[in-house]
């Protein structure tokens, strides 16, 4: 019984992202070792977190409360949008500690093969957004993948009837990054949206 109750744990466990089997096996073995210094308190954190976090009305984010943190500060500019797929691209933009605006997730990219269509993703409600809120730029900050430029296009498309400024992350070569190890694709870019110095 043990044994069962133990590998319907380690199988869902596999399920999380960067983890296989022989890795979740680890990973359920040392919280059981260490009951009281990890499994318990990581039940009560997963509970807590599951009762009180929510998705932002506005935004999409997470937060305790209907509205985000970021959505709510004063100091954020409400005339700048950064549309992004993933709160996991907006935790990846804020580390930045550059940019002052605000967010919209779209819950992932058009993809003919996954079967997304825009009307699974929170396209509408942007457009709701840009027609509320005086903005004046919308930043796409999609992933240069296939489907990510599918879908950085088809927004550009849907937002051109909008009098706003429509911009997208640079892509290129990265810092740090050598000529010889980068793919084609990204080289090709970098020299397309080469900067005068």
């Not at 699974?120 to 796409?140: A, D, G, H, P, Y």
């Not at 879908?151 to 706003?164: E, G, K, Q, S």
Request: hydrophobic residues 40%; proline residues 3%.
């Amino acid at each position: 019984m043990s044994e069962q109750i133990l590998e319907k744990l380690i199988k869902k466990v596999s399920r999380l992202p960067g983890l296989g089997p022989r890795s979740s096996r680890r990973v359920v073995l040392h919280l059981l070792k260490n009951k009281e210094k990890y499994l318990l308190p990581l039940i009560n954190d997963l509970s807590q977190v599951a009762d009180n976090i929510k998705s932002c009305n506005e935004c999409g984010n997470l937060d305790q409360d209907d509205v985000c943190e970021i959505c709510k500060n004063p100091l954020r500019k409400n005339n700048l949008i950064c549309v992004v797929e993933t709160v996991a691209d907006l935790w990846a933009l804020e580390r930045t500690q550059v940019y002052e605006g605000k967010y919209h997730i779209l819950g992932g990219v058009l993809s003919a093969i996954d079967g997304i269509n825009p009307e699974q993703l929170n396209i509408n409600s942007l457009e709701s957004r840009l027609k509320k809120q005086n903005c004046t730029e919308v930043i796409i900050a999609i992933s240069a993948t296939l489907d990510g430029q599918t879908t950085a296009h088809y927004i550009a498309d849907r937002l051109n009837t909008f009098n706003i400024k429509i911009t997208r992350l640079a892509h290129g070569v990265p810092i740090g990054g050598e000529l010889d190890f980068l793919d084609d694709g990204t080289i090709a870019q970098a020299l397309k949206a080469r900067n005068e110095m």
